[in-house]
Each structure stands twice: as structure tokens, then as C-alpha cells.
Nanobody, 113 residues
Framework: QVQLVESGGGLVQPGGSLRLSCAAS????????ITWYRQAPGEQREFVATIRRGGLTNYADSVKGRFTISRDSAKNSVYLQMNSLKPEDTAIYYC???????WGQGTQVTVSS
């Protein structure tokens, strides 16, 4: 079992930046894949970005060039740097890890003027 705790969400103006953190209760190298998802009101949860144990990353087309996923093994944490934020990025952002199948509680990101 692994616990994942997200933080760093908040209210930001369009064009602004936020950095989300996902802190794991054990070494992130024991987790094959850590992925950020998001869910906007009335919408299905969607993939945002993922990082594999070997360092390979992948992004949704909607965030490529604006978001960057990274990790710090010393802090057992994965980050999502979000730049050039748009109102359509407003959602609850969730961290997911596998194995085992683990979800964080989510952190709210609101992009609005």
C-alpha cells in the first residue's frame, strides 16, 4: 500500500503558473508509474501527464509545452509544473501510482481572472 498526498493547488489568473506536488509514503522508485489526472466539474477524469520509473514522460496534447512532470527521489515526490495556465485547466488534480493501485485525495486548481 502507498499513500499519495497532493498539494499546491489554488487560484491563479490566466497565464499564471502553479506547481503541484505529490508526496508518496515510500520510495517513488518502488512505484512503476506515477500519473497526474484531472477532473473538471461535470466531466470525466482525464490523463494529464505521467512519469515512469525509468524517467520516461508522456503528456496529454492539451498540456504539451505548458506542463512539466518531474520527480525528486530524496523527497519521494513527483511534481507537476504548470505554466501558461488557461481557464480550461480548472479542475481537481489527482495523483495516481501503480503498483499498487493508489490515488491521492486531489487538489483544486482554479484559473480565473
Amino acid at each position: 500500500q502507498v499513500q499519495l498526498v497532493e498539494s499546491g493547488g489554488g487560484l491563479v489568473q490566466p497565464g499564471g503558473s502553479l506547481r503541484l506536488s505529490c508526496a508518496a509514503s515510500k520510495s517513488i522508485y518502488s512505484i512503476d508509474v506515477i500519473t497526474w489526472y484531472r477532473q473538471a466539474p461535470g466531466e470525466q477524469r482525464e490523463f494529464v501527464a505521467t512519469i515512469r520509473r525509468g524517467g520516461l514522460t508522456n503528456y496529454a496534447d492539451s498540456v504539451k509545452g505548458r506542463f512539466t512532470i518531474s520527480r525528486d527521489s530524496a523527497k519521494n515526490s513527483v511534481y507537476l509544473q504548470m505554466n501558461s495556465l488557461k481557464p480550461e485547466d480548472t479542475a481537481i488534480y489527482y495523483c495516481y501510482g501503480w503498483p499498487p493501485d493508489s490515488w491521492g485525495q486531489g487538489t483544486q486548481v482554479t484559473v480565473s481572472s
